[in-house]
């Protein structure tokens, strides 16, 4: 089966404590994006990566990092430093050329 | 700034009626624009308009884009109590998608 996997689907935390939220497609794309969702709003762009080995901020970076160093996986940390971490958070994926995305099935991280 | 624009940012009806949603952009380098249904989880495509005046249509849904104006609607017709949900309108830009808020539609029986 082709798409794209996010994991775990629920994920709680302590304040102060890095967490690691995994994504990963098999569906050839080149591009992949972490979006976050905050209630009643809609889709902020956290990071994004166009290739292998190189990512580019999105509009709300701070306090988070990424890797991209298989085409397959885009790993989001959610560091310390991030002041309101507590959120839905969506990964998605772009064919090179094409003009859809195609989202994974989310996770919801509650920090306390 | 990239932005986009939707309304209402609520509406709640009665099954049966129709409903039409929309957005607006301002975003360089437009290449596509996608409206995308969310139901508490993640969003899941509905369509993708790339050229004014073509209609496109799935059913009871149906939306169109105008890019002389910057817009777009999406129209739902006979609403039923599944199609709750909120509504995303996302342009790309062929690096990046820009979301709205989303319209949040609640339809009661």
């Known amino acids: 089966d082709g798409g794209i996997t996010q994991s775990p689907k629920y994920l709680f935390r302590k304040e102060g404590q890095n967490v690691t939220l995994s994504c990963e497609q098999n569906?050839?794309?080149?591009?992949m994006y972490w979006y976050r969702q905050d209630p009643g709003q809609g889709l902020r762009l956290i990071y994004y990566?166009?290739?292998?080995?190189?990512?580019q901020k999105g509009d709300i970076a701070e306090g988070y990092s990424v890797s991209r160093e298989k085409k397959e996986s885009f790993p989001l940390t959610v560091t310390s430093a991030q002041k309101n971490p507590t959120a839905f958070y969506l990964c998605?994926?772009?064919?090179?050329?094409?003009?859809?995305?195609?989202f994974g099935p989310g996770t919801r991280l509650t920090v306390t | 700034e990239d932005k986009v624009v939707q309304s209402p940012l609520s509406l709640v009806v009665h099954e049966g009626d129709t409903v039409t949603l929309n957005c607006s952009y301002e975003?360089?380098?437009?290449?596509?624009l996608l409206w995308y249904k969310q139901e508490k989880k993640a969003p899941t495509f509905l369509f993708m308009l790339?050229?004014?005046?073509i209609e496109k249509k799935s059913g009871r849904l149906s939306s169109i884009l105008d890019k002389k104006e910057l817009f777009s609607i999406l129209n739902i017709t006979a609403t039923q109590t599944g199609d709750s949900a909120i509504y995303l309108c996302?342009?790309?830009?062929?690096?990046?998608?820009?979301f709205g808020t989303g319209t949040s539609l609640t339809v009661i029986p």
């Open positions: 998605a994926s772009k064919p090179t050329g094409g003009n859809e995305q195609y």
């Open positions: 996302a342009v790309g830009t062929g690096n990046q998608f820009y």
């Open positions: 990566s166009q290739i292998v080995n190189d990512f």
């Open positions: 975003v360089t380098n437009f290449r596509s």
């Open positions: 569906l050839n794309h080149d591009a």
């Open positions: 790339t050229s004014s005046g």
